[in-house]
């Protein structure tokens, strides 16, 4: 079964410096999006992109974040100059179309923590 | 007005029983509710879903109840296994809302012997 699939399983990195998550959609998907879970919190939206462009994003996705898609395969969460509050679980997911009861499958995310 | 409320936190339910998680929302514009199941080092995984024009969905062992007077509606698992022991989160879509799910804070279910 496809899946989506999501690197590094685990980062560590010191405040103020750059990171990009890395995620591969399930082929044949054109809609991808980006969620957090902070521990112990709820899975939060922070972005969704279809056509190399963002269709919505939250109040969360600040400047200090950014999407792209950078060929036919990975699409990127960058986040600029980290904070400790973005030490969170981050998750890709993927869907065919952007209809309400298309399932948005998820990849098994990627542990940031921001020292 | 965005939330959806989830409860209990964490719920413990022996092999063979029955386990109740319950989720509310206030805003109207959701207009179709999924539930997603976690286990520990995975994504969240669609489990079952229903639009509100249905009182109920049952798939399996898994059925969902949904009052759309009371804005509320919840996940009952029978049978419960311990193979059932995971994190649930209840979700919810917005008509014109685009495609972002909004989430319930989420129920540890724990299935025991």
């Known amino acids: 079964e496809p899946e989506v699939t999501q690197t590094p399983s685990h980062q560590v990195t010191q405040m103020g410096q750059e990171v990009i998550l890395r995620c591969v959609p399930i082929s044949n998907h054109l809609y991808f999006y980006w969620y957090r879970q902070i521990l112990g919190q709820k899975v939060e939206f922070l972005v969704s992109f279809y056509n190399n462009e963002i269709s919505e994003k939250s109040e969360i996705f600040d400047d200090q974040f950014s999407v792209e898609r950078p060929d036919g395969s990975n699409f990127t969460l960058k986040i600029r100059s980290t904070k400790l509050e973005d030490s969170a679980m981050y998750f890709c997911?993927?869907?065919?179309?952007?209809?309400?009861?298309?399932?948005?499958?998820f990849g098994p995310g990627t542990r940031l923590l921001v020292l | 007005q965005q939330q959806v409320k989830q409860s209990p936190q964490s719920l413990i339910v022996q092999k063979g029983g029955i386990s109740i998680i319950n989720c509310a929302y206030e805003n109207t514009a959701f207009d179709y509710f999924p539930w997603y199941q976690q286990f520990p080092g995975k994504g969240p995984a669609l489990l079952i879903a229903i639009r509100p024009d249905v009182s109920e969905k049952k798939e399996g062992r898994f059925t969902i109840s949904f009052n759309k007077s009371a804005k509320q509606f919840s996940l009952h698992i029978m049978d419960s296994q311990p193979g059932d022991s995971a994190t649930y989160f209840c979700a919810a879509y917005a008509s014109g809302g685009g495609n972002k799910l909004t989430f319930g804070t989420g129920t540890q279910l724990k299935v025991e012997l």
């Open positions: 997911a993927s869907s065919a179309t952007e209809a309400k009861q298309e399932t948005q499958y």
